[in-house]
């Protein structure tokens, strides 16, 4: 779809959810979850944590965010040694997401690819133009199987191009903080309408939430063609179900 079509889209429906609020205060009903959410379904016990560095962790959750078999996301810090890190003083931290995922539905392996196929792992001390440490290529494994999976992905990454180094790091996961709350689903909460639309959820709700997860990687235009048309329908779906409410008014 044309840029022009989109923000035309996105004005009608910013429109539409407006008057969906309004009707709805009239009514005294919320717009439970119009979206339907599978973190809901998911048993917990079964999901795997992966983490990652390869950027602004902005960026790096909306990569992750849309991928199929990702449950939830969360920005944070990893790999350095400050306990404690914070966004003004992280220390020797990289800016990382923790990706939680079903291991039924997408494997570490997958994971990987999408990590390569995500950022430039040649680019020295830095990611586009978000320059420094913080911003450097880290995959981090847990067990050894992790570990093999990374290195063997590694040299396929460098023996596509020996012109230049892939400066990836991997390392053991150590541990993981979980970055401060207007850090995490950045791209989503740059787009109150989609906020709206999921019902206006609470911080904590929406940072376990993987309907949010998804939509902040739609919000960054960072999910694939299928997820993203599936998005849009159900936008579209839920923006016609609101029109009539309107006329009510
Ligand atoms: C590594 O994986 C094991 C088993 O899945 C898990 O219990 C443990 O918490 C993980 N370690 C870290 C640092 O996440």
Same mark, same amino acid.
């Given at each position: 779809?044309?840029?022009?079509?989109?923000?035309?889209? $996105?004005?009608?429906?910013?429109?539409?959810?407006?008057?969906?609020?309004?009707?709805?205060?009239?009514?005294? $009903?919320?717009?439970?979850?119009?979206?339907?959410?599978?973190?809901?379904?998911?048993?917990?016990?079964?999901?795997?944590?992966?983490? !990652?560095?390869?950027?602004?962790?902005?960026?790096?959750?909306?990569?992750?965010?849309?991928?199929?078999?990702?449950?939830?996301?969360?920005?944070?810090?990893?790999?350095?040694?400050?306990?404690?890190?914070?966004?003004?003083?992280?220390?020797?931290?990289?800016?990382?997401?923790?990706?939680?995922?079903?291991?039924?539905?997408?494997?570490?392996?997958?994971?990987?690819?999408? !990590?390569?196929?995500?950022?430039?792992?040649?680019?020295?001390?830095?990611?586009?133009?978000?320059?420094?440490?913080?911003?450097?290529?880290?995959?981090?494994t847990n067990g050894t199987e992790e570990a093999r999976l990374a290195a063997v992905s590694k040299e396929k990454e460098q023996l596509r191009s020996r012109i230049s180094i892939v400066t990836t790091q991997i390392q053991q996961l150590v541990a993981f903080y979980p970055a401060e709350p207007e850090h995490q689903k950045f791209e989503l909460k740059r787009r109150p309408f989609l906020l709206q639309l999921m019902g206006n959820l609470p911080e904590d709700e929406l940072e376990r939430s993987s309907l949010a997860a998804k939509l902040n990687g739609y919000a960054a235009e960072l999910c694939p063609p299928k997820i993203r048309n599936q998005i849009d329908a159900k936008i579209n779906q839920i923006v016609r179900k609101g029109w009539p409410v309107l006329k009510d008014v």
């Amino acid at each position: 779809m044309a840029v022009s079509g989109r923000n035309a889209i $996105i004005q009608l429906l910013t429109l539409a959810l407006l008057a969906i609020s309004v009707a709805n205060q009239a009514l005294g $009903i919320r717009i439970a979850d119009p979206i339907s959410d599978p973190s809901r379904d998911a048993s917990d016990q079964a999901l795997k944590i992966a983490v !990652f560095a390869l950027g602004s962790f902005w960026r790096s959750e909306a990569v992750f965010g849309c991928v199929n078999g990702v449950i939830r996301t969360t920005a944070g810090y990893s790999g350095g040694s400050k306990s404690n890190p914070e966004y003004r003083s992280l220390g020797d931290h990289a800016e990382s997401v923790q990706v939680e995922y079903d291991p039924r539905v997408i494997s570490f392996r997958r994971l990987l690819e999408v !990590f390569w196929s995500s950022h430039d792992s040649r680019q020295v001390f830095g990611q586009g133009p978000d320059v420094g440490n913080q911003y450097r290529s880290i995959i981090f494994t847990n067990g050894t199987e992790e570990a093999r999976l990374a290195a063997v992905s590694k040299e396929k990454e460098q023996l596509r191009s020996r012109i230049s180094i892939v400066t990836t790091q991997i390392q053991q996961l150590v541990a993981f903080y979980p970055a401060e709350p207007e850090h995490q689903k950045f791209e989503l909460k740059r787009r109150p309408f989609l906020l709206q639309l999921m019902g206006n959820l609470p911080e904590d709700e929406l940072e376990r939430s993987s309907l949010a997860a998804k939509l902040n990687g739609y919000a960054a235009e960072l999910c694939p063609p299928k997820i993203r048309n599936q998005i849009d329908a159900k936008i579209n779906q839920i923006v016609r179900k609101g029109w009539p409410v309107l006329k009510d008014v």
